[in-house]
């Protein structure tokens, strides 16, 4: 009987503990690991992100780059943090979908991760290393299947969004491509600025700059209509790839067991970012497309994660992806 007594009260303090625990969070940093390269779309977008949401929440929000194997290194490390917020996971479609289909984790998506809110999403583009051979999209795919050899294609390693981009590519097309890995498409890109691959499906807000600095070749738009931030590139509808239709949403996750107010202000402070017409600003000039008002909540995330994994896993299995 004493026993009893003594957990509860055990118990009791644990849970006032808690209480006292999230109503003064945040009182330290807190850091959002990005899976990819310093200077990549997920960095650049994590780091926009990072400076507004340290004014609402009231303290240092660091970027911490944790790199690899598709950006399971970097999500894996987080999901394995203290669920107390302090340690937020960054990532996509690639990270927080297809991931799952592709490599033996050694956690679970759904279950070691709570989602907090959804993030912009980037339109994928075709572009190339300057000195390909073609003009249009016709002219690149005429020039891939003529090949003797499969062009190379840089990726931020097996399952990555500019990877996943590029099978389905390769699908839509009719061609086959020569896949090289990288730790995010920072390297990726600078390597095809420097010639050294033949070509990226990239996401818009990694070669924007580049494409309006004339240094490498864009070909097509990945969705539907022209972009105004990029309106000289044609959509793949107008270029000869129909219905070649595809968006990299990102999103924040925590460890799964933080506590729902925790879960809350950061859920809040990301939407304070979302919503400051400054980072806006800055995200829409990137390429980048707002998400949605109405899926601003944590659990819409979740819901659209579910749904993302329903429909990626069977397509994922059946190309039978290979981890490099
Ligand atoms: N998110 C990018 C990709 O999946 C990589 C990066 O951010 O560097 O391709």
């Excluded at 340690?87 to 070691?112: P, Q």
């Excluded at 491509?177 to 730790?183: A, T």
């Amino acid at each position: 009987m004493r026993r009893a007594v003594w957990l509860v009260v055990v118990a009791l303090l644990a849970m006032g503990y808690a209480a006292r625990a999230a109503d003064n969070f945040p009182s330290r940093p807190i850091t959002i690991i990005v899976p990819f390269a310093a200077g990549g779309p997920s960095d650049a977008m994590a780091r926009i992100l990072a400076e507004r949401m340290k004014l609402a929440l009231g303290q240092a929000v660091v970027i911490e780059n944790v790199t690899g194997a598709g950006g399971s290194i970097g999500v894996g490390r987080a999901a394995h943090a203290a669920a107390d917020g302090y340690t937020i996971s960054f990532g996509h479609l690639g990270t927080h979908v297809c991931n799952g289909a592709i490599y033996k984790l050694n956690y679970d998506l759904l279950d070691d991760l709570e989602p907090v809110a959804l993030l912009p999403s980037n339109p994928m583009i075709i572009v190339s290393k300057d000195d390909v051979p073609a003009k249009s999209l016709a002219e690149l795919l005429a020039w891939l299947k003529s090949k003797p050899t499969p062009a190379t294609a840089g990726t931020a390693g097996a399952g990555s969004g500019s990877h996943i981009a590029g099978l389905y590519f390769e699908q839509a097309a009719g061609v086959k491509l020569q896949f090289v890995p990288y730790r995010g498409t920072a390297p990726a890109l600078n390597d095809l600025v420097g010639g050294q691959i033949d070509l990226i499906v990239d996401q818009i807000s990694n070669s924007i700059n580049q494409v309006r600095a004339g240094t490498i070749r864009a070909y097509a738009i990945t969705q539907e209509n022209r972009l105004p931030q990029a309106p000289d590139v044609p959509t793949v509808d107008e270029a000869g790839l129909p219905g070649f239709h595809m968006t990299l949403w990102s999103g924040l996750w925590v460890p799964r067991g933080t506590p729902k107010e925790v879960v809350a202000r950061l859920n809040a402070a990301t939407e304070a970012a979302l919503n400051d017409p400054s980072v806006k600003k800055q995200l829409e000039n990137l390429g980048l497309q707002m998400p949605d008002r109405d899926k601003s909540a944590p659990e819409a995330l979740g819901a659209w994660q579910r749904a993302e994994i329903a429909k990626w896993w069977p397509l994922i299995k059946a190309a039978d992806v290979k981890v490099e």
